[in-house]
């Protein structure tokens, strides 16, 4: 999706586990060739901050920074790129 | 001194003068005038020095003028340097998502980094994951 919209950045924020884990996790998706920017938070502060209990979560912002809609669960597709022709 | 037919024509021409200045006078006023009217025919003779006026208007002033309008000329073009307003760029910056300030680990380079310095101009999605 990332690859299909150059104008959109995602960002995938992992938690939770060893950092060792996220790396196995990168690797076995094939994540690091991707056009997602992967990072890992070692104490949950930035889940803490965005209020989230479980996972995945998604939050989708508008090129304004402003938040369009967030759902639990796997990332509905359309709901973004709906969002992107808008 | 004069011939007399110039006297006579300079007389004549007075009298012209004064019959036309003063319709009613008397004759005796119109000699008298006539004598005057001889002095005024030497400036009548400006008839000739019409002319000169008429190449007043040559193009000798226009040139004596020219330069000065270039000069009004140059002087705009400086007027129009202060145009150079940079400011409007400044109001093109797109606006970026604030993140929360918090350390990360960049799974790309394995660095420690700030997660706001991840945030990038345009719409973004943020993806909640874990590896289990």
Do not use: K
Request: proline share 8%.
């Amino acid at each position: 999706m990332a690859q299909d919209n150059p104008d959109l950045h995602v960002l995938g924020l992992g938690a939770q586990d060893t950092l060792e884990f996220a790396n196995e996790f990168v690797a076995s998706g094939d994540l690091a060739n991707s056009a997602i920017t992967m990072v890992w938070d070692p104490n949950f502060a930035s889940w803490r901050d965005y209020g989230i209990r479980s996972q995945p979560y998604w939050i989708l912002y508008d090129d304004q920074g402003t938040e369009i809609t967030s759902r639990p669960g796997a990332i509905d597709l359309g709901a973004v790129q709906a969002v992107l022709d808008a | 001194m004069r011939s007399p037919t110039r006297r006579a024509a300079t007389a004549a021409f007075a009298l012209a003068l004064a019959a036309t200045s003063c319709a009613g006078a008397s004759s005796a006023d119109t000699t008298s005038t006539a004598t005057i009217g001889s002095a005024e025919t030497e400036v009548a003779a400006p008839a000739t020095t019409a002319p000169v006026n008429e190449t007043v208007p040559a193009p000798d002033d226009s040139a004596s003028t020219a330069p000065s309008t270039p000069e009004t000329t140059t002087e705009p073009e400086t007027a129009t340097e202060p145009e150079t307003t940079t400011e409007p760029e400044t109001a093109t910056t797109a606006a970026i998502l604030q993140l929360p300030s918090v350390d990360v680990v960049s799974l790309a380079t394995g660095e420690m980094a700030d997660l706001n310095s991840f945030s990038r101009p345009g719409a973004t999605l943020v993806w909640f994951w874990a590896p289990h």
